[in-house]
């Protein structure tokens, strides 16, 4: 087995979203690199930390829990980005920084609870079912507003904004339809906004195959994971 060179990915994928940015005509460095660690080992991680990486995705709340812990020397930021069950909540109350796929208030409400006081408030997306997503996670778009004024009243969650998985798409990996709809709902929920707003500044959007589309229709974090690690 070839041994992958995690750092050089690194560097590549750096290079591509600064491309990407230029192209797009937005300001060099202003989307962030979330890396998506999932099933990889902490070994890969410590490279990229090295290499001054600083924030990591999980999508299997127990994987993200014990790297998250295993991993505590080097004071990484963890995000999680994966479906969330009920009894997983405490652990990643705990451990997480972020937590991109909150999709009912159910779970945000336990999240809420469960941050302790001690720790700073967890930094939450709102995860939407944008069009043509066969996905079964996300609030429906009709949904967000309500949603998202429900978890901007919970105080131990701050809402920064909005995350989507699009299926990816068969004809080029241009096509920034469902990236353009999530901007949307951002506009619209900032521009809608009752009460005093949340910061509302992320759209999680993009990912390995597409995230030069993403970068097109403003995403300001792009999470991946085959580019850097390899596949799964
Ligand atoms: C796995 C995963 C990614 C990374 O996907 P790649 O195609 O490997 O870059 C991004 N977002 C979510 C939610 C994921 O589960």
Known sequence: MTEINVVANLNSVQQRLRKAERDAGRVDGCVALL??????????????????????????????????????????????????????????????????????LKIARRLNEQRTPAQPPLQVCLQVNVSGETNKSGVHPSQVTELAQEVAALPNLVLRGLMAIPDKASSSRQETGPFDELRALLETLRRDWS?????????????????????????????????LFGAR
């Open 35 to 104: 890396a998506v660690s999932k099933t990889k080992p902490v070994s890969l991680i410590r490279q990229l930390a090295a290499a001054g990486q600083r924030a990591f995705g999980e999508n299997y709340a127990q994987e993200a829990i014990d790297k998250a812990q295993q991993l505590a020397d080097l004071q990484l930021e963890w995000h999680f980005i994966g479906p969330i069950q009920s009894n997983k909540t405490r652990g990643l109350a705990a451990h997480m920084d972020w937590v991109h796929s909150i999709d009912r």
């Open 195 to 227: 009460g005093s707003a949340p910061p509302l500044d992320t759209l999680s959007m993009g990912m390995s195959a597409d995230l030069e589309a993403a970068v097109t229709a403003g995403s300001t974090l792009v999470r991946v994971g085959t580019d």
